[in-house]
């Protein structure tokens, strides 16, 4: 009776933790705005797992995985970080591109944003937020499109740093004139109201080198099959398409 009791108790513990299987993932700040929904798409057909996402600067999470962080796979937002793990064997997998992102010029205040990037040199434009080039890939790709367009060196003391591209859209809301951003942003829920055009308009792509953005699968994730399921689903075209809805290019 007892052997009875103990098995029965242990197909409950069993059939618990199957039914309620968490995976811990990182992801890119600039991808954040698409999260809930490509989550909310894989848990149509995987509703057994549920998905915990730590957002932050690609920099930052790459760092974090280096120090043993429990993440079982990386959407990183270019190509470098992801490459970095896996020649130090922390990824399981080679980078694959999953998406290109594309920078944009953003502003709540009532400017000609038709100018572009030349808007930045007007006296008016005091204080331009941008990621940090250090940390997040969309800041470096800032940087180089300034430099591209031979205005840095005249607007570099007008710059302010996010750590992470959804903290420089931040500081565009509240504490800058103007700033630099990821362009899916601009196609969250929240932001749909400001027009593109109007209140922000793509930076051209020639300025800049292409944002490839790269996914890992992680040491950390091995043993936990719902890891590949994800990662399967993000290069799928189901993935590809909510992607395309918010901006990015998709192999």
Same mark, same amino acid.
């Given at each position: 009776?007892?052997? /009875?009791?103990?098995?029965?108790?242990?197909?409950?513990?069993? /059939?618990?933790?199957?039914?309620?299987?968490?995976?811990?993932?990182?992801?890119?700040?600039?991808?954040?705005?698409?999260?809930?929904?490509?989550?909310?798409?894989?848990?149509?057909?995987?509703?057994?797992?549920?998905?915990?996402?730590?957002?932050?600067?690609?920099?930052?999470?790459?760092?974090?995985?280096?120090?043993?962080?429990?993440?079982?796979?990386?959407?990183?937002?270019?190509?470098?970080?992801?490459?970095?793990?896996?020649?130090?064997?922390?990824?399981?997998?080679?980078?694959?591109?999953?998406?290109?992102?594309?920078? /944009?010029?953003?502003?709540?205040?009532?400017?000609?944003?038709?100018?572009?990037?030349?808007?930045?040199?007007?006296?008016?434009?005091?204080?331009?937020?941008?990621?940090?080039?250090?940390?997040?890939?969309?800041?470096?790709?800032?940087?180089?499109?300034?430099?591209? /367009?031979?205005?840095?060196?005249?607007?570099?003391?007008?710059?302010?740093?996010?750590?992470?591209?959804?903290?420089?859209?931040?500081?565009?809301?509240?504490?800058?004139?103007?700033?630099?951003?990821?362009?899916?942003?601009?196609?969250?829920?929240?932001?749909?109201?400001?027009?593109?055009?109007?209140?922000?308009?793509?930076?051209?792509?020639?300025?800049?080198?292409?944002?490839?953005?790269?996914?890992?699968?992680?040491?950390?994730?091995?043993?936990?099959?719902?890891?590949?399921?994800?990662?399967?689903?993000?290069?799928?075209?189901?993935?590809?398409?909510?992607?395309?809805?918010?901006?990015?290019?998709?192999?």
């Amino acid at each position: 009776m007892n052997m /009875a009791k103990g098995w029965f108790v242990a197909m409950i513990f069993v /059939a618990t933790h199957l039914s309620a299987n968490e995976i811990t993932i990182a992801v890119a700040a600039n991808v954040s705005y698409a999260m809930d929904e490509l989550i909310g798409s894989f848990s149509e057909k995987h509703p057994e797992t549920k998905i915990r996402v730590v957002l932050g600067s690609s920099g930052k999470l790459t760092a974090q995985i280096s120090h043993g962080a429990p993440y079982g796979l990386l959407m990183s937002a270019n190509m470098a970080y992801p490459k970095r793990l896996y020649e130090k064997h922390i990824a399981t997998t080679k980078p694959v591109v999953y998406a290109k992102g594309a920078l /944009a010029i953003f502003s709540t205040k009532k400017v000609d944003i038709a100018k572009s990037l030349e808007l930045l040199k007007d006296p008016s434009i005091r204080k331009i937020a941008i990621g940090n080039p250090k940390t997040a890939p969309y800041g470096e790709a800032t940087v180089e499109a300034l430099k591209s /367009a031979k205005i840095y060196s005249a607007i570099k003391s007008k710059l302010i740093y996010g750590e992470s591209i959804s903290q420089t859209l931040s500081y565009v809301m509240t504490a800058a004139d103007i700033g630099i951003v990821a362009k899916s942003a601009l196609y969250s829920a929240r932001m749909k109201h400001y027009r593109k055009g109007v209140d922000w308009i793509s930076v051209n792509e020639s300025l800049y080198t292409p944002i490839s953005q790269g996914m890992v699968l992680l040491k950390y994730g091995q043993k936990d099959p719902s890891y590949r399921l994800f990662y399967d689903y993000i290069l799928h075209d189901t993935a590809k398409e909510i992607l395309r809805k918010y901006g990015y290019n998709t192999i």
